[in-house]
């Protein structure tokens, strides 16, 4: 049974740092690519990054780049996404998927997280 879980989130002030994780289970984690995505309240879930299957490849969306960064640890089976310098526009629940090609769009993600609340707010 493939299952992904995020965890970490919370309540971070403007220009502090979180650290989430996605633990999955059910499958290797090397095989399969790994996406970050976020949704705030009444906007579509959008693209924050993705790890690629086998390289580790990671690439990010404009909005993050320099502040976010991806890793994956496959002992653990566990995906990392280090948020630095967050601002209050990055306030949304984050979600972790995973599909077989790295892409950027969420409807070509097969399985998905329950997400985790971030809030970046003084």
């Known amino acids: 049974q493939v299952q992904l879980v995020e965890s970490g989130g919370g309540l971070v002030q403007p220009g502090g740092s979180l650290r989430l994780a996605c633990a999955t289970s059910g499958f290797t984690l090397d095989y399969y690519a790994i996406g970050w995505f976020r949704q705030a309240p009444g906007k579509e879930r959008d693209f924050v990054g993705y790890i690629t299957r086998i390289s580790g490849r990671t690439y990010y969306a404009d909005s993050v780049l320099g502040r976010f960064s991806m890793s994956r640890d496959s002992a653990d089976n566990t995906v990392y996404l280090q948020m630095n310098s967050l601002k209050p526009e990055d306030t949304a629940v984050y979600y972790c998927?995973?599909?077989?090609?790295?892409?950027?769009?969420?409807?070509?993600?097969?399985?998905w997280g329950q997400g985790t609340q971030v809030t970046v707010s003084s």
């Open positions: 998927a995973a599909t077989n090609m790295a892409t950027v769009t969420p409807d070509e993600y097969h399985y």
